[in-house]
């Protein structure tokens, strides 16, 4: 899957990706992330991508023509990378914004699907409501608190978006049972040793036992959601049993 990141701070987005797992995804060819400088697409003599807003106010906005200009070179750069020009589909383009849906893990499932996604990165006040409506096809949150721009947003749905595709994990079953999945928090993890500062690894663990340790985890996921993600649990799939143990 191809990542494109329009952002005013490039470096910010290869360096935190380059390392660990990414890193290796993008060693491997699994994934590649793709940074143009919005910087780069300025006509003004100082390189400026950012002005007054209109109706007066705080902070600055950035302007719309450099993202429009940034984007329309990317758009181009990526349907000319395309052997088939014929089966070229319009990238989405998903604005990172406090205003937009909240990300979350079907989102991400969904988002995994495509070829090609470009993420915009505001900074300041954000961005010029005009080249918003032209080119955004997605505005998404990662939650509801305001961060200085968009970089660690696109980070973190990139991230997010990678562990899902085949081959991005080491082990392909890792991300198979993990928290959110079905709407539920996952199951409490141990690794050696047996015995930490007198505290065991629970015994059904060492038992070898598939079936009650399959039965065990999934008890020990209900519990730890009922406790502490309870809204989760009206969209989670559970047998009439489970539901009548949790209200005991
Ligand atoms: N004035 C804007 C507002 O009230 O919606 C907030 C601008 S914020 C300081 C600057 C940029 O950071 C935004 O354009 C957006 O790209 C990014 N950003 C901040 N918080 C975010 C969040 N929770 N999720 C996604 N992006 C966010």
Known sequence: MNFHVLTLFPDMVQNGLNTSITGRAIEKGLISVNTVNIRDFSDDKHKR??????????????QAEPIYKAYGYLA???????????AYKKPRV?????????????MAQELAAEEDLILLCGHYEGI????????????????????????????????????????????ETSSEFE????????????TRPEVFMGRKVPEVLLSGHHANIEAWRRQ?????????????????????????????
């Open 49 to 62: 991508v950012d002005d007054y807003p209109y109706g007066g106010g705080a902070g600055m906005v950035m």
């Open 76 to 86: 181009n750069h990526i349907k000319m990378s395309k052997d088939d020009q014929t």
């Open 128 to 171: 010029d409501e005009r080249v918003l409506e032209m080119i955004v096809s997605d505005y998404v949150s990662i939650g509801d608190y305001v961060l200085t721009g968009g970089e660690l947003p696109a980070m973190v749905m990139i991230d997010c978006i990678s562990r899902l595709i085949p081959g991005v994990l080491n082990n």
């Open 179 to 190: 928290s959110l999945q079905d709407n539920l928090l996952e199951y409490p993890q141990y």
């Open 94 to 106: 998903v604005y990172v914004t406090p205003q937009g849906e909240i990300f979350n893990q079907s």
């Open 220 to 248: 020990e996921s209900i519990i730890r959601t009922y406790e502490r993600r309870p809204d989760l649990l009206e969209q989670a799939e559970l047998t009439e049993e489970e539901r009548e143990f949790l209200t005991r």
